[in-house]
T-cell receptor
Framework: DADVTQTPRNRITKTGKRIMLECSQT?????MYWYRQDPGLGLRLIYY???????NKGEISDGYSVSRQAQAKFSLSLESAIPNQTALYFC????FGQGSNNEQFFGPGTRLTVL | AQSVSQHNHHVILSEAASLELGCNYS??????LFWYVQYPGQHLQLLLK??????LVKGIKGFEAEFIKSKFSFNLRKPSVQWSDTAEYFC??????????FGSGTKLNVKP
């Protein structure tokens, strides 16, 4: 079974619609992240969470919100989707602290198209 | 703010050619450095990482990278590429409070 899962894997929606992308992990990591990937721009951090009560904005948080429902779940919402939010979205987790290796583990991605 | 620069956006090589992908970062403190690979249609996977110790790091599939602190660089190398190495490669830096910064990626096309 995959350690980091994302649902849905593909989604087509219309401008103005609300959409939620979900991420679950079984790695037991405290830290979770949402990125978007655009051609030629690499991965850009949208939001990150270091534990259930700690949520932080990344470099491109405008137009997005997140919810950390539990240690294992971190959801990304687009309140009113717009076409330039069309991208590939990745969730990632990492461990931190003495003995960890700080590596990030990625989910399979969600391809979102906003028409 | 931290940043990561990958100088080569698209590299085309023939099989058995040697590969070197450049990565420079800007951050004055202690950093952890990573190279991730993304095969077509797949998610990112860790290729190798550097935390401390020997600046020459060996990863999976014959890849290695050298951390040169004075140059703020962490270049990825492979002596002889294969067609199966066709992928996009991302350099990443982790410094302040475990935030990760990724480069824009380098697409590698290996011709059989």
């Amino acid at each position: 079974d995959a350690d980091v899962t994302q649902t849905p894997r593909n989604r087509i929606t219309k401008t103005g619609k609300r959409i939620m992308l979900e991420c679950s992990q079984t790695k037991g990591h405290d830290r979770m992240y949402w990125y978007r990937q655009d051609p030629g721009l690499g991965l850009r951090l949208i939001y990150y969470s270091f534990d259930v009560k700690d949520i932080n904005k990344g470099e491109i948080s405008d137009g997005y919100s997140v919810s950390r429902q539990a240690q294992a779940k971190f959801s990304l919402s687009l309140e009113s989707a717009i076409p330039n939010q069309t991208a590939l979205y990745f969730c990632a987790t990492s461990d931190f602290g003495q003995g960890s290796n700080n590596e990030q583990f990625f989910g399979p991605g969600t391809r979102l198209t906003v028409l | 703010a931290q940043s990561v620069s990958q100088h080569n956006h698209h590299v085309i090589l023939s099989e058995a050619a040697s590969l070197e992908l450049g990565c420079n970062y800007s951050y004055g403190g202690t950093v952890n450095l990573f190279w991730y690979v993304q095969y077509p249609g797949q998610h990112l996977q860790l290729l190798l990482k550097y935390f401390s110790g020997d600046p020459l790091v060996k990863g999976i599939k014959g890849f290695e990278a050298e951390f040169i602190k004075s140059k703020f660089s962490f270049n990825l190398r492979k002596p002889s590429v294969q067609w199966s190495d066709t992928a996009e490669y991302f350099c990443a830096v982790n410094g302040n409070f475990n935030k990760f910064y990724f480069g824009s990626g380098t697409k590698l096309n290996v011709k059989p």
